[in-house]
Each structure stands twice: as structure tokens, then as C-alpha cells.
């Protein structure tokens, strides 16, 4: 049979090479690990992982290799290819097992990866085998980042499996009545450094972040990210009651979406507009059930992004501006774009160094 990976489990004392010899005499072999398992309820044995990059080895030579054969006590010889498994997910699930660290191991003695003997990094790589599922420290798109790194025989399995738990766990998100978000709302001229604010808070926080899309569909790219900038977003993009319902703490609720809905997964919500809030939905404005007052209440902070400074606050009034002083920053980009303003080329010169100048009118 032959095999891209594979492993071997034999018995310590049955045993006839040197691994380390074994493996650098084989070239095919590009990694290698094993462990010798000496706590389980069984004699103690060897778990030797096996691959052969993008080549197919078979079963029988790999026998020959590791000196796997034996005589019975019959007097039957065997080539030792029974003590050779199939890997049947994949490589990182069988080094998973190495020290039982699967989830149907997980009653088994844990061995310590620093047991594993290995030809390249192996905690890192069963750290990245870890991310997987894991969408309570790693969004939907860093897993998706993680699959595409994966062999390509592996990918497809992967990316199958990754996206049948991400609409589980959107379902049970959507059942989520005890979520935190933090809502920031930042306001400025074009230019002035809105985005560029927007993106440096939510790296500030080390989260990965998804910029809106388009103003008609502003949730396409979502992919489960910690952060969310709604970019130069506009009040008519969203209705009232859908952006309540985005921005609030107590449910998740799905947002529509062009191809599917999605649910926010994150814990901050950035708001860059050039509109102060103030002006948003005025045909709310003189409606008697403060529907507008529960949209304040939703956002935690009013970022003012002007030419020279920035100006923080924490409170919202009822008329949609910011209260209190607020706490005032430099603006760095002002500074920033000085300096590029000045590294400008000079493409004026360079015309007049290429072109003839022409005084007169054309006709």
C-alpha cells in the first residue's frame, strides 16, 4: 500500500534499528516524529509518525526500512507491515496523539511535548493543529489563514470541517442573551485620520478586524473577526432597528447580508463617519419612544478627529453630541502629512526636463 504518511506502533523491546540512523539514511522521509509511550495500560511502544512530503512510499518497504519484520511462532514470516497504520485524517491528528492530546484521548495519560522527538517544530505545529474550532481565540478568518497552510491534500477536509462549525457556532451565537461589545463612534473631515484611528484602536487591542465592505452590504467580507470597522458608514445604510440590534449587548442578532446573514462575533464595533451623530436618522428626532436615546446608549465613545488633535469622550447627551470635556490627543497624522508632502517627487520638474514648454495658445 502506498502512503503519503503513515505511522508505526510497535513495542519498545521489538525494536532492531536506530531511529535517528534510520531517519537520515532515507531521505524520503522529510518529517518525522515519535514518542515512546510508557504510561498507558499496555507494554511500553513506540508511536513513530511518518512524511513523505508530496511522494508515496509503500507500506512494504517502509517495513524493510525499520527492520519490521518477524518470524511467528509458527514459523511464518511476516514483513511487519501490520505494525503499519494508515493516517486516516490528518498529520496533525496523528501527532495530536502522540501525547493524547485529542479529544477522545483526553482520559489517557498526557504525555509532555517536550517527550516527542521530532525533525521540526513540533509545539508549534500541534499549537496551529490546536486552532481549529477554537473560536474563542481565533476568528473565522486567522482558522481560515490556518487551512489554507495545510497540505493540499489536507485542505479540502479542513476547510469542510472548519465551516460546518463556523454555522454552529453562528447558530449558537444567535442564542447569545450575555455578550460584550464595545461600540466607538469616530467623527471627522475626510482626511483627517478616521480609518487610520480606527484601525490602530483595534490593533492597540490586538484584535483582527474586518473594514466594511460597501455601503450596501457593509457585513460581505465578516469573517467571525474581534473587530468590526464600519467604514464612512452613513445612517441610511442601516434602518434604525437593525442597527439597534447590531449594537446591542444584550442579544446577537444576525445581520443581513448579500450571500449569507452573519452574526458579530467581536468585541468592538468601530463607527467612522463624517456625519456627527447628531444629524443621524432626523425623522427620529421628535419621537416620543427616545428611540434615539437607545442608540447613544449603545455607543460607549465619541472620537472627534480633528486636523491638529483628537478629542476622546466617554459620554453622549441626549441630543447626540458629546458631553463632558473630553480628553484631547495630538493627531499624529498631521505631522505625517507634512513629512510625505515633502518627499513628493518632483513631477513638474521632471516635465520640464522631458517636455518643451509651450507659451503660445494651441490654434
Known amino acids: ?62 517495513a524493510k526500512w525499520f527492520n519490521l519484520g518477524f518470524t511467528d ?131 492597540g487591542f490586538g484584535f483582527d478586524y474586518c473594514i466594511s465592505s460597501s455601503s450596501n452590504d457593509p457585513f460581505q467580507d465578516y469573517l467571525g473577526q474581534k473587530g468590526m470597522i464600519l467604514d464612512d458608514l452613513r445612517y441610511m445604510d442601516f434602518e434604525l432597528s437593525d442597527l439597534l440590534k447590531i449594537l446591542d449587548n444584550n442579544t446577537s442578532s444576525s445581520v443581513k447580508s448579500r450571500f449569507a446573514n452573519k452574526v458579530f462575533n467581536g468585541q468592538m464595533i468601530v463607527i467612522t463617519s463624517s456625519v456627527p451623530l447628531r444629524y443621524w436618522y432626523p425623522q427620529y428626532r421628535f419621537n416620543k419612544d427616545d428611540t434615539l436615546d437607545q442608540l447613544y446608549r449603545r455607543i460607549n465613545f465619541y472620537v472627534k478627529v480633528e486636523e491638529k488633535e483628537i478629542t476622546v469622550y466617554e459620554e453622549i447627551n441626549g441630543k447626540g453630541d458629546p458631553d463632558g470635556t473630553g480628553v484631547i490627543y495630538k493627531n499624529e497624522l498631521y505631522e505625517l502629512k507634512k513629512e510625505k508632502s515633502n518627499k513628493k517627487l518632483d513631477v513638474m520638474g521632471a516635465f520640464d526636463k522631458i517636455c518643451e514648454s509651450f507659451d503660445g495658445l494651441p490654434f
Open 73 to 203: 511462532e509458527n514459523g511464518i514470516e511476516h514483513s511487519g507491515e501490520n505494525f503499519i497504520n494508515k493516517i486516516k485524517g490528518r498529520w496533525t491528528d496523528v501527532l495530536l496523539y502522540l501525547t493524547h492530546a485529542n479529544d477522545t484521548q483526553k482520559y489517557k495519560h498526557q504525555y509532555d511535548p517536550s517527550e516527542v522527538i521530532a525533525n521540526f517544530d513540533f509545539e508549534t505545529e500541534i499549537a496551529n493543529a490546536k486552532i481549529l474550532g477554537d473560536f474563542e481565540h481565533y476568528s473565522y478568518a486567522q482558522q481560515l489563514k490556518y487551512v489554507d497552510s495545510l497540505p493540499v491534500s489536507e485542505k479540502a477536509k479542513a476547510f469542510s470541517q472548519l465551516e460546518k462549525l463556523w454555522r454552529l457556532q453562528c447558530q449558537c451565537l444567535s442564542l447569545n442573551t450575555d455578550r460584550e461589545i464595545t461600540v466607538v463612534f469616530v467623527c471627522g473631515k475626510a482626511g483627517a485620520g478616521k480609518t487610520y484611528y480606527a484601525k490602530k484602536l483595534l490593533s
Open 1 to 62: 500500500m502506498n502512503l503519503r504518511q503513515m505511522e508505526i506502533v510497535t513495542d519498545v523491546d521489538k525494536l532492531k534499528v536506530d531511529l535517528q540512523a534510520t531517519f537520515m539514511q532515507y531521505t524520503t522521509i522529510k518529517k518525522w516524529a515519535y514518542i515512546v509511550h510508557n504510561a498507558d495500560d499496555t507494554r511500553p511502544h513506540y508511536h513513530i509518525a511518518l512524511h513523505f512530503g508530496g511522494a508515496s512510499v509503500d507500506t512494504a518497504q517502509v
